[in-house]
């Protein structure tokens, strides 16, 4: 008989060690070690006598199934699935409460109910009654959708099993699902993970593909083991900001498709509404002519995305000044800063800086650094950058403005958009941005785009006084003069 082994389980990683410790070193989270028997669940009894079963091996080249890939009828959904469902994919949704993971996935079965195919919505937390008056007040009533309120995998694998495949099973969510074969309670992690385990192994068989609803902690994590994670095949987050009506569907794992494409929606009171023009939708609000504020051209995925960056620089009274940023990485944001005290003489040790992306989106493109240098130094010295411009580019620690990918669909969504300049790296205009229809600003350096913008600049009434006056004066300079960040001063003088 073979001997049986305990070794303690990390139940957020999966981390196995062979002592109880209170920290797991691999994943860093604490208490979550439990004693778990590793011998196998399958019995030893059984195992021995169980003799190897002969598979075909195949090649490569093979013929697959017809329709790998099944299209949800929302465009937005499919442009984040990398193109439609795969068969017998798993997909984890991921999102704060409330931000409408149950009506999108709600409007996603009924949309392929309606196109014919099999559908089931199973949800653990409503009741088939308020499932239905949901699916009333998005106008989807009518969708052949079959429902149910059900938790136990067992109970919905079998049913499930019974006529034709269902093309897509919404399981809503992992969370409230149980399984007879482990002890604990629902919502435990080895509950998720077990479920999680009989679902994918259903979907493998069937080939039906199934998205797991996921509840996500305070600081954004999918709820439950990260095995989870590891086992399915495409992780999506919903995000928004709850009081704005944008949502944004992003994957943080994606084993048939891109990993950088975003699908963009608006709640409304129908439901929600596929915003194929996010530019449009992230503008919509603009204030012209207020300074702190660049239209950065960035691009989501294969999409070129418009949006806003806002800035505000204003004189601290804390001894160490703040930095908030939403929507951006604080670090790069730190890295501006410094390249804009190190080489443009812009002094902001004495200023909270507030940098926000307007319209709750998320930027991860260093080709953003140049829009928020931009709206920064706008903020600080209290000019109104062109309404027309957009800007993009990279900057080094230098200082240099460095090129950036895909210039010109960054200035054709530009042009569409009514905008008539753009401001960018030099090496831009080669990169087949000549002939794009906008006036072109090239800048080799941060230094000289922070001298055209102060130039620019003009009094801010209200701002308090400066507490000290050096950083050296030239009265002619109307920075130096009005002096509110008396810390400014121009390179290139
Ligand atoms: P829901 O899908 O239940 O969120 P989740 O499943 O992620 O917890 O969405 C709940 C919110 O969406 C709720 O605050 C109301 C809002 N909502 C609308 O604004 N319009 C609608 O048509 C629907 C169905 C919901
Ligand atoms: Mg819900």
Not at 335 to 359: F, I, P, Q, R, T
Not at 406 to 421: I, M, N, S
Not at 452 to 458: D, F, L, V
Request: with cysteine; proline share 5%; charged share 20%.
């Amino acid at each position: 008989m073979a001997k049986s082994t305990l070794s303690f389980i990390c139940q957020n990683c999966g981390a196995a060690y062979n002592r109880w410790q209170g920290k797991c070193d691999s994943c860093g989270e604490w208490n979550t070690l439990a004693e778990e028997d590793t011998t196998g669940s399958v019995p030893v009894s059984i195992r021995s006598k169980r003799k190897g079963r002969t598979f075909a091996l195949e090649s490569l080249s093979g013929k697959t199934q017809d329709a790998p890939r099944l299209s949800s009828g929302m465009a937005e959904l499919d442009r984040v699935t990398g193109g439609g469902f795969v068969r017998g994919s798993v997909l984890l949704v991921g999102g704060d409460p409330g931000i409408g993971k149950s009506t999108l996935l709600t409007q996603a079965t009924s949309m392929m109910a309606r196109a014919g195919h099999r559908a089931v919505y199973i949800s653990g937390e409503e009741a088939v009654a308020q499932v239905r008056l949901r699916a009333e007040r998005l106008g989807l009533a009518d969708a052949p959708v079959q429902l149910a309120s059900e938790t136990s995998v067992e109970d919905i694998v079998s049913t499930l099993s019974e006529g034709a495949v269902p093309r897509l099973i919404v399981i809503d969510s992992i969370q409230t699902m149980w399984t007879d074969t482990v002890e604990s309670a629902p919502g435990t992690v080895t509950q998720v993970r077990a479920s999680a385990q009989a679902l994918i192994r259903f979907a493998k068989k069937t080939g039906a593909t199934i998205i797991l609803v996921g509840h996500v902690t305070k600081d954004g994590q999918i709820a439950g083991p990260r095995v989870v994670e590891h086992m399915v095949d495409a992780v999506l987050s919903f995000e928004g900001e709850g009081s704005q009506q944008f949502r944004i569907l992003r994957s943080a794992k994606n084993r048939f498709g891109a990993t950088d494409e975003i699908g963009v929606f608006e709640m409304t009171g129908l439901g929600l509404r596929e915003v194929t023009n996010p530019s449009e939708l992230f503008l919509s609000e603009r204030e012209l002519g207020s300074p702190g504020t660049a239209v950065f051209a960035g691009i989501e995925g294969t999409r070129p995305v418009l949006v806003e960056l806002q800035a505000l620089v204003a004189p601290t009274s804390l001894g160490t000044p703040r930095r908030a940023v939403v929507g951006w990485d604080p670090s790069r944001l730190s890295m501006v800063l410094a390249v804009l005290e190190a080489h443009c003489g812009v002094k902001l040790s004495g200023h909270d800086v507030y940098l926000n992306v307007a319209g709750g989106l998320r930027i991860q493109e260093p080709a953003a650094d140049l829009a928020a240098a931009a709206a920064l130094v706008s903020s600080l010295v209290n000019a109104p950058l062109p309404t027309d411009a957009v800007y993009f580019g990279e900057i080094s620690l230098s200082g240099a403005i460095r090129p950036v990918a895909q210039t010109p669909a960054r200035l054709k969504e530009a042009l569409k958009l009514g905008f008539g300049r753009a401001i960018l790296p030099e090496s831009a205009r080669g990169d087949g941005g000549g002939d794009s229809g906008l006036a072109l600003n090239t800048v080799g350096n941060l230094t000289t785009l922070v001298a055209e913008i102060a130039a620019r600049g003009t009094p801010r009434g209200g701002r308090a006084a400066p507490r000290d006056d050096q950083g050296g004066s030239s009265a002619a300079d109307p920075v130096e003069k009005n002096a509110t960040p008396a810390r400014f001063r121009r390179e290139t003088s």
